[in-house]
């Protein structure tokens, strides 16, 4: 079995910054991609930036302002979030794509999710 567990949201300023974490236990290997999505209350959820081995993308509204980050050898992603106003409040989850260990079983697992709120 393999969990996601994140960390980082919280209640921010706007102008402020925060950094999500996100680590995966169990049996995930050979990672293809790790990315970050959000939800805004009455939104669909939305990509906010995604690391796969041969690049990074990022939606428009975060470019410049956010980073996404891992480490593979902890099969952690981490989101840098800088100048943060309040469009930016929303559930943040964080996902990711790999191999079962020992098996040619494809995996897609989501986190629980972490609230982030701006205020203004």
């Known amino acids: 079995q393999v969990q996601l567990v994140e960390s980082g949201g919280g209640l921010v300023q706007s102008g402020g910054s925060l950094r999500l974490s996100c680590a995966a236990s169990?049996?995930?290997?050979?990672?293809?991609?790790m990315g970050w999505y959000r939800q805004a209350p009455g939104k669909e959820r939305e990509l906010v930036a995604l690391?796969?081995?041969?690049?990074?993308n990022y939606a428009d509204s975060v470019k410049g302002r956010y980073t996404i980050s891992s480490d593979n050898a902890k099969n952690t992603v981490y989101l840098q979030m800088n100048s943060l106003n309040p469009e930016d409040t929303a559930v943040y989850y964080c996902?990711?794509?790999?191999?079962?260990?020992?098996?040619?079983?494809?995996?897609?697992?989501w986190g629980q999710g972490t609230l982030v709120t701006v205020s203004s």
């Open positions: 169990g049996s995930i290997t050979r990672l293809s991609a």
């Open positions: 996902n990711i794509r790999g191999w079962l260990a020992g098996s040619s079983k494809y995996l897609e697992v």
């Open positions: 690391i796969t081995t041969s690049r990074i």
